[in-house]
């Protein structure tokens, strides 16, 4: 196990590190003036003091090498737009509504969806099972970004039922979450469902059956236990799903967030918020991903023996 | 006891070649494909909308009395009637010519990125399976490390260098979407290459080539397939999901995504202008789910019974 995870975490340096050569190279060749509009105005002496305040007097090798390092000591420079506010402060400041949107969707999804995929198998072939199944190849066809307008004018302005946007008391999270929620639901409903209905064939079953086990300690205690294994490996994509999703349904419901501020900094050429946001986004998703995997490896040793010898 | 006189009986004669005569036409695995895919009614309806919405999209654009460019500040924002089926937007254009273009401009990216799509995975995994060995140890590694990068993300700076527009956004899908065609198409290879029927071919003294052409290829063809139907509406949706930020199609041009961007933020007064390109959209992506299970179901060996 400890070779396992030894092994994952270095991919996941590997990864990081990948990434963040990446964006230094792309932030390289992003086109315009790093200063701006307002550079063309600028004196070719005030330039150079800017280019070496930031350092872009340098060559690329010795910049990449202070990118590098200010990354290690988690800085992730200066917002070019807003020069007051350094991209971590915006980060600590914005975060926190994303993430609690994110949790709540998750929690949404994973309970919701797993109640949904449960109740399918058992009632395989039957009204509940195609109802269900339904329901999830719509949640997996109407993205959170179409969803999102949806309730917002439905719920929120039409029925009047709760807020179509802002994030002040807790019946503002209703709507965000559902949104956000709804196509990850689906994936969890169908995950779950296959499996169910695998463990449901196993021959363990039919010996538990066969013991005279009620039917609720066969679901309870022998099916869901065995089929919320594979589940667990969707986790990974689903936070991938749920926090880029997070970008668009936060503009919607005006939510005053991290995917809010990205999106601002993108209309507003802000360079260095631009990357130092794609870094963190990417970062989280790669040490979600980097967890999961590590999970499952504990959960399930036959995935550990399977990759561990190669 | 009567005696039976012999002439009572005749031999019966044995048709041994009409016993084992094979009544019905056999079915090749495409036709049995085909019979099995036509019995789910989801898939067939998922099938029946793609056409019609690949029909519309072709033709309505070519016979509307309107284009998707001209505006005309004195009809902004009308409802649906008889002269704009769809209503007009904000810049008075009318609205059912931009939905079958922008219906046209997805379904042409979320076809091509599925092809560069295949064409790049089917190399990679084909290779890293085919040779496997340390060749297969090296590429497999290099997705290990690129496959947990969030390319959505990534896509996002990557536009942003390159400028908005289809090609920035095929490129984007391209660099990062192949990786899970990779990984299927040599899971595939490596699966087959020890199969019975490559030993056998093998034997009979088939080249490299002919094995790689002729069995494992084609056999591995309906995983492919499947996979595409599903890479298709993904790719639909990275290009709606980027325009919806303000990084797709440039106007006047308009892709779903972008019809859906501009009508998210006038849905309280204008719910028509974000209602209709939603139904299209979610048409779009339902049937190719609908058809990616029904033909998963049809073409996977392994769901056969």
């Given at each position: 196990m400890l070779n396992y995870t030894l092994r994952r975490l270095f991919y996941m340096i590997v990864t990081l590190w990948l990434i963040s050569t990446v964006v230094f190279v792309l932030m390289k060749n992003?086109?315009?003036?790093?200063?701006?509009?307002?550079?063309?105005?600028?004196t070719a002496e005030n330039r150079k003091i800017l280019m070496e305040q930031y350092g872009l007097d340098k060559s690329l090798p010795e910049q990449y090498l202070i990118y590098m390092k200010s990354l290690l000591k988690g800085d992730l420079g200066v917002s070019?737009?807003?020069?007051?506010?350094s991209v971590t402060d915006k980060i600590k400041q914005a975060f926190p509504a994303s993430l609690e949107l994110g949790l709540w969707a998750a929690l949404i999804a994973v309970s919701v969806g797993l109640l949904l995929g449960i109740i399918a198998s058992l009632n395989h072939n039957k009204t509940p099972d195609h109802a269900a199944m339904v329901t999830a190849v719509i949640g997996v066809s109407i993205p959170s970004f179409v969803m999102g307008p949806l309730l917002s004018y439905f719920?929120?302005?039409?029925?009047?039922?709760?807020?179509?946007g802002l994030w002040n008391?807790?019946?503002?999270?209703v709507l965000p979450a559902i949104a956000l929620s709804f196509g990850t639901l689906a994936i969890m409903a169908r995950m779950m469902r296959t499996s169910m209905l695998d463990v449901l064939n196993q021959d363990y079953i039919k010996t538990a059956k066969a013991k005279g086990l009620s039917g609720y300690a066969i679901v309870v205690k022998h099916t869901i236990r065995n089929a919320i294994l594979p589940v667990i490996t969707v986790l990974g994509p689903i936070f991938v799903s749920l926090i880029t999703g997070t970008l668009v349904v936060e503009k919607i419901f005006s939510v005053p967030g991290l995917g809010t501020q990205f999106i601002l900094s993108i209309t507003s050429n802000d360079y260095t918020m631009i990357s130092g946001l794609t870094l963190f986004y990417s970062s989280i998703l790669v040490v979600v991903i980097f967890l999961t995997d590590i999970a499952y490896g504990f959960i399930d040793p036959r995935i550990r023996l399977a990759k561990g010898r190669k | 006891m009567m005696p039976v006189s012999n002439d009572k009986f005749k031999p019966v004669v044995q048709d041994t070649i009409g016993r084992e005569q094979i009544v019905r036409p056999s079915l090749n695995y495409w036709q049995d494909a085909w019979r099995r895919l036509k019995k789910n009614k989801l898939a067939m309806t998922g099938l029946i909308i793609l056409v019609f919405l690949t029909l519309m999209s072709i033709f309505m654009p070519l016979f509307?009395?309107?284009?998707?460019a001209t505006q005309n500040y004195?009809?902004?924002?009308?409802?649906?009637?008889?002269?704009?089926w769809f209503g007009t937007d904000d810049f008075g254009r009318d609205l059912w010519t931009r939905v079958w273009w922008g219906t046209r401009i997805s379904l042409f990216i979320g076809v091509t990125a599925a092809l560069i799509d295949l064409v790049i995975g089917v190399i990679y995994g084909g290779i890293s399976a085919y040779y496997g060995g340390r060749v297969d140890n090296i590429m497999q590694r290099f997705i290990e490390i690129i496959y947990a990068i969030p390319y959505l993300i990534i896509a996002i700076l990557l536009i942003m260098v390159l400028g908005p527009g289809i090609w920035s956004i095929l490129l984007a899908y391209a660099l990062t979407g192949w990786v899970p065609m990779a990984r299927l198409v040599r899971g595939q290879l490596l699966a087959l290459k020890e199969q019975e029927f490559v030993m056998a071919a093998r034997t009979l003294g088939a080249s490299a080539r002919r094995i790689i052409f002729r069995h494992l290829i084609p056999n591995s063809l309906g995983v492919i397939i499947v996979q595409i139907t599903f890479v298709v509406p993904s790719a639909i949706f990275f290009e709606a999901f980027l325009s919806f930020i303000g990084?797709?199609?440039?106007?006047p041009l308009a892709s779903l995504g972008s019809i859906l961007s501009d009508g998210a933020s006038v849905i309280r007064f204008h719910p028509h202008r974000i209602l209709i390109p939603t139904a299209v959209f979610s048409m779009i992506l339902l049937s190719f789910n609908l058809l990616g299970d029904g033909l998963r179901d049809a073409l996977d060996p392994k769901m056969r019974k």
């Open positions: 992003l086109p315009g003036d790093p200063f701006g509009e307002a550079s063309q105005k600028l070019y737009q807003f020069p007051a506010h719920v929120g302005v039409k029925l009047g039922w709760l807020p179509p008391g807790p019946e503002h999270r | 509307s009395s309107h284009d998707y004195d009809i902004t924002n009308l409802r649906p009637s008889a002269e704009h990084l797709g199609i440039r106007p």
